[in-house]
């Protein structure tokens, strides 16, 4: 059971079954920290036992973070996303193009089987295959962008991951906490796992890190 196919488009990789619908969360896929650190952009601190992160990219410049907790650990008490970073591009999110010019700091692994694209944003990357997203200047008119984090919550959400701590976490998290009313409104309007129903809303839930397969 997939979406109409429209002409000139493939169908998106969605697999309409029960075996899909009962993916595992809360299961994130942690960086390997020792390997990580020892990149052009991070240094190891052993004695305090944490990484500093060097960022230079088309939108940030000198700006440095330290990732004071192990990456995929430790999170706030209220924070239990479903999705890692790494499995959210492996899965597509944003149009493949929201990575593709800061990928030193990161881990390579993150990027192994990423979909992403080079040129322009592809909604037929994303695994909905909907566009689900708003510009950057959209959010930016609505105040949603945090000064050390300008491309938006998912850049929040993978530099927390990594171990870095924020004055402005328990916003993003609040943040977070509020979309899972999309996820009410797909299990009162759409029967379990039928990815035809609400795709739009079901690939915005991805792009928060909750896994809109389950529902």
């Known amino acids: 059971m997939y979406f109409n196919q429209l002409p000139g488009r493939p169908l998106p990789n969605l697999q309409h079954n029960a075996q899909r619908c009962r993916v595992s969360s809360r299961k994130f896929h942690a960086v390997n920290f020792?390997?990580?650190?020892?990149?052009?952009?991070?240094?190891?601190?052993?004695?305090?036992?944490?990484?500093?992160?060097?960022?230079?990219?088309?939108m940030q410049s000198g700006y440095i973070y330290h990732c004071t907790e192990p990456a995929g650990q430790n999170f706030h008490a209220e924070f239990r996303p479903d999705l890692s970073p790494k499995k959210m591009l492996e899965?597509?999110?944003?149009?493949?193009?929201?990575?593709?010019?800061?990928?030193?700091?990161?881990?390579?692994?993150w990027f192994l089987n990423a979909k992403l694209s080079a040129e322009f944003r592809d909604p037929d990357l994303n695994w909905f295959g909907v566009n689900a997203s708003q510009s950057l200047s959209d959010w930016k008119k609505k105040g949603w962008i945090y000064s050390e984090d300008p491309r938006g919550w998912f850049q929040w959400y993978c530099r927390y991951y990594l171990g870095r701590r924020c004055p402005n976490d328990d916003n993003q998290i609040k943040r977070w906490r509020a979309m899972s009313r999309h996820i009410a409104q797909i299990r009162k309007n759409c029967e379990t796992c039928d990815f035809r129903c609400r795709p739009r809303q079901r690939q915005a839930l991805l792009h928060w890190a909750y896994d809109s397969r389950q529902f």
Do not use: W
């Open 91 to 109: 899965l597509g999110v944003f149009g493949g193009k929201y990575m593709t010019d800061c990928r030193d700091e990161f881990p390579d692994d």
């Open 34 to 58: 020792a390997s990580f650190t020892t990149s052009s952009v991070g240094t190891y601190n052993h004695q305090m036992n944490t990484t500093r992160i060097i960022v230079n990219d088309v």
